[in-house]
């Protein structure tokens, strides 16, 4: 069963242009959070979806970000316009239930997608 | 509000038992206690998850006191692998969002030969 998988791994952008960074979860699973982690920082909750749905979006920034977990095909964080401040990596989880449906559920996380805007 | 709390950095030798305390005085009834390793340039991997008393598996122990406000993973017999940040979260996603979800910055392990 392969694990999380996230592409690019590494993507370079300049200033102003769009980030695209996909998420595969694990098989079976239906429910993908998305995080960002600064040098020397945690990683922090941007974003929370079910297949179709955005479950919980009150970690992402308001402007120029969005996400999506279409019926087929993998979820897209996507940044629009990016700046300077948005280099760092970007870290996708899955588990297999909705918290709370019998327990506490492990995520499980991709290698990263690390950005570097120029 | 912090919703754990937990040293920035410890040291210890290979061979050596390795304790790792984390303080969460406002956890939840509902809420669950877990474990994650990160190595530098990889997404975290998850070591271990509890609820009271203790947990062993094949990588770790846990061990939560009755009140269960804190919590300490345990690391028998550490090897120079074993060098990581280690992250307590309480209750993963609980409905709370960026705030039951962020890690901080976890406990930097150094083990030295």
């Known amino acids: 069963n392969a694990g999380v998988m996230q592409n690019p791994r590494h993507l370079v952008r300049r200033r102003g242009q769009e980030a695209r960074l996909r998420c595969s979860p694990m098989?079976?699973?239906?429910?993908v959070y998305w995080y960002r982690q600064l040098p020397e920082e945690g990683l922090k909750f941007m974003v929370y979806l079910q297949k179709e749905n955005i479950i919980d979006e009150s970690g992402m920034p308001k402007e120029r970000f969005s996400a999506e977990f279409p019926k087929e095909g993998p979820s897209i964080l996507r940044i629009q316009q990016v700046v300077r401040g948005d280099s760092a990596a970007y870290f996708c989880a899955s588990s297999p239930r909705a918290p709370g449906t019998g327990g506490q559920e492990t995520q499980y996380f991709g290698p990263g997608t690390r950005l570097l805007v120029l | 509000l912090a919703k754990t709390t937990q040293p920035i950095s410890m040291d210890s030798y290979e061979g050596q038992e390795v304790n790792i305390t984390c303080s969460h005085n406002n956890i939840a009834t509902n809420d669950y206690i877990t474990w994650y390793q990160q190595f530098p340039s990889q997404g975290p991997r998850f070591i271990i998850q509890g609820y009271k008393t203790k947990v062993t598996n094949e990588v770790a122990s846990l061990f939560i006191p009755a009140d269960r406000k804190s919590s300490t993973l345990s690391l028998p017999r550490v090897s120079l692998s074993d060098t990581a940040v280690y992250y307590c979260?309480?209750?993963?996603?609980?409905?709370?969002?960026?705030?039951?979800?962020?890690f901080g910055k976890g406990t930097h392990l150094i083990i030295q030969p």
């Open positions: 979260l309480v209750g993963m996603y609980s409905g709370g969002g960026a705030d039951g979800l962020t």
């Open positions: 098989k079976g699973h239906s429910h």
